[in-house]
């Protein structure tokens, strides 16, 4: 069963539990990869598209709790939180910070990376190696503090 077709069971399942922040959230997934489809005018997306969308949700949701946090919003930090929640549990499982950091420094050292100025190239390669199993916030500080 690929990713979508799960996304599909647990929405009708939500349907039928009447969970209104589940069912709102899956079909959020659903749009957004439809639009995708549009977009790139396909008839179906491949398992990279739908963790990228799903990964691109999941970013928003991180962005909304921090600025409601700000706002003193405690009401909508909680539902983000439970969206957020429904959206990780679609993705890859994350790796720990000490697998992240033994890529980081195995791609620098392939790279032959020494300087800030040879980041993009870093965080391309290892973006690439972890495939939607590491943040990019993360992946980013951590480069980051290992080239000078």
Do not use: C, W
């Not at 420094?105 to 973006?127: D, F």
């Amino acid at each position: 069963m690929n990713i979508l077709q799960k996304v599909d069971e647990d929405l009708k399942e939500s349907m039928r539990a009447r969970d209104e922040v589940r069912m709102n959230t899956l079909r959020g997934i659903k749009s957004s990869v439809k639009m995708l489809l549009i977009e790139k005018i396909k008839k179906e997306a491949s398992h990279e598209e739908v963790i990228s969308v799903i990964q691109k949700q999941v970013k928003q949701r991180r962005d909304s709790i921090e600025e409601f946090k700000k706002g003193n919003r405690p009401d909508l930090v909680q539902k983000e939180e439970r969206e957020l929640k429904i959206l990780e549990s679609y993705l890859p499982a994350q790796m720990s910070p000490q697998e992240l950091e033994a890529i980081v420094s195995k791609i620098i050292a392939q790279a032959g990376a020494a300087t800030k100025a040879e980041m993009g190239k870093v965080m391309k390669l290892v973006m690439e190696e972890t495939k939607g199993r590491a943040d990019g916030k993360a992946v980013s500080s951590l480069v980051s503090s290992k080239l000078k």
